[in-house]
């Protein structure tokens, strides 16, 4: 059955449907309705962020969704489903997949990826992604366990800060070295791109901004406008 769930998602286009906190798209029924529409238009699963997105998400979608809740915790840079207390959150409200943070930053509690993603395993009974930055933490997130290894971290931690979005060379890497799903997240701002990720064997492709993200998109489109000469 979990591998069956991963078949779904091969050569597919998942969506994160996201919207930043201060934004009116941040709304459980705006989420679930671009969710809805992404699935309509031949997406094969959602990504969404928070417990109350989940739950808006799942009663209008069967498809399958990677759940995470994006928790600042201080001292830690960490914040992709950091603890297991918020992926048992994260499992109730409906998620198929749970997105963790997979990086070798120090975590919270002392946790370690590899006793997360087995507690998420046995106790939930659900699937891991693992978001990694780098080929050594995808290496290491599949002998930890995680079901699926994605490239969403590259350019967004500290190791990697010089470094732009898409990671192609990291995806490269990873196809080439690991045996479980590659799914290539992060960057991805046209259909061509996606599709060169898929011919680099990326098992799926995550696209959010591109799609879903209007605040981020206009303040992009403003800030031209106002810079021209």
């Not at 969704?65 to 960490?78: S, T």
């Not at 997949?97 to 997979?102: F, K, L, S, T």
Request: hydrophobic share 45%; proline share 5%.
């Amino acid at each position: 059955m979990k591998s069956d769930l991963l078949l779904t998602l091969t050569h597919g286009l998942i969506v994160s449907c996201q919207a930043p906190v201060d934004s009116p798209l941040h709304d459980p029924i705006v989420i679930a309705a671009m969710a809805k529409a992404a699935i309509n238009r031949g997406a094969v699963g959602v990504r969404i962020d928070t417990p109350q997105h989940i739950e808006a998400v799942r009663q209008r979608v069967s498809q399958p969704i990677i759940g995470l809740w994006k928790q600042q915790i201080p001292g830690f840079d960490v914040y992709i489903t950091p603890r297991f207390e918020d992926a048992v959150v994260i499992a109730k409200s409906g998620a198929d997949i749970i997105a963790i943070d997979a990086t070798l930053r120090e975590r919270p509690q002392g946790e370690t990826v590899k006793n997360l993603i087995a507690k998420i395993h046995q106790e939930l009974g659900k699937l891991v992604m693992a978001d990694v930055d780098s080929l050594e933490a995808a290496i290491e997130a599949e002998l930890a366990g995680a079901d699926c290894v994605g490239t969403t971290l590259y350019g967004y931690t500290k190791a990697t800060q010089d470094q732009s979005p898409p990671g192609f060379d990291l995806l490269t890497q990873m196809v080439n070295q690991l045996q479980v799903p590659i799914i290539c997240e992060g960057g991805i701002s046209s259909p061509e791109m996606a599709k060169k990720a898929l011919t680099l064997g990326a098992h799926s492709v995550v696209v959010g901004t591109a799609i879903t993200g209007i605040d981020l998109l206009v303040q992009a489109y403003q800030k031209a406008i106002n810079n021209r000469e």
